[in-house]
T-cell receptor
Framework: GDSVTQMEGPVTLSEEAFLTINCTYTATGYPSLFWYVQYPGEGLQLLLKATKADDKGSNKGFEATYRKETTSFHLEKGSVQVSDSAVYFCALSDRNNDMRFGAGTRLTVKP | ETGVTQSPTHLIKTRGQQVTLRCSSQ?????VSWYQQALGQGPQFIFQ???????GRGNFPPRFSGLQFPNYSSELNVNALELDDSALYLC??????????FGEGSRLTVL
């Protein structure tokens, strides 16, 4: 079945460092791809999305590009802040509209 | 503003008991999904309701059941609780654009 594999954490960076969290997917069709973020003690919040190949999703300085040729949707940010510390989940929504999530990557940004 | 509200926020049960978790949305979305998020894991799809009918189910046993009401609020019921049912249970409503908006979850501990 459709699935998502994302880079295992935890990831620890200094403030203003460059962030990449890798995500690859397996799908039989053409899913929509998402990044969600979960701050401590909270539910999941949509960070960004892309619905077709070569689309770039962006929000709050984060970006991810839907790469069909490499089945990837890597999350990047040029300069992280302490407030970006959270768990990040890559997800896909398949033709059945089920949302499949990766295991999550915990990011800690130190001042 | 989706305003997904879940209750209770925390609860403790013992093995063999039954639990009911509730979810409501300010905007009255007609598609609601439930997810189980074990500690340190990504959310796992339990089932989805559309207009009061279950229209998708993940790999969960029948003791996980649900309801959706005419006002689009929803319940998740779990019978014969097991220790491994301890998790954060997330309710989500689906937007017309495909993304999910999540509540903050109900944390269930089974002793």
């Amino acid at each position: 079945g459709d699935s998502v594999t994302q880079m295992e954490g935890p990831v620890t960076l200094s403030e203003e460092a460059f962030l990449t969290i890798n995500c690859t997917y397996t799908a039989t069709g053409y899913p929509s791809l998402f990044w969600y973020v979960q701050y401590p003690g909270e539910g999941l919040q949509l960070l960004l999305k892309a619905t077709k190949a070569d689309d770039k999703g962006s929000n709050k300085g984060f970006e991810a590009t839907y790469r069909k040729e490499t089945t990837s949707f890597h999350l990047e940010k040029g300069s992280v802040q302490v407030s970006d510390s959270a768990v990040y989940f890559c997800a896909l929504s398949d033709r059945n509209n089920d949302m499949r999530f990766g295991a999550g990557t915990r990011l800690t940004v130190k001042p | 503003e989706t305003g997904v509200t879940q209750s209770p926020t925390h609860l403790i049960k013992t093995r063999g008991q039954q639990v009911t978790l509730r979810c409501s949305s300010q905007s009255g979305h007609n598609t609601v999904s439930w997810y189980q998020q074990a500690l340190g894991q990504g959310p796992q799809f339990i089932f989805q309701y559309y207009r009061e009918e279950e229209n998708g189910r993940g790999n969960f046993p029948p003791r996980f059941s649900g309801l959706q009401f005419p006002n689009y609020s929803s319940e998740l019921n779990v019978n014969a609780l097991e220790l491994d049912d301890s998790a954060l249970y997330l309710c989500a409503v689906r937007q017309n654009t495909g993304e999910l908006f999540f509540g903050e979850g109900s944390r269930l501990t089974v002793l």
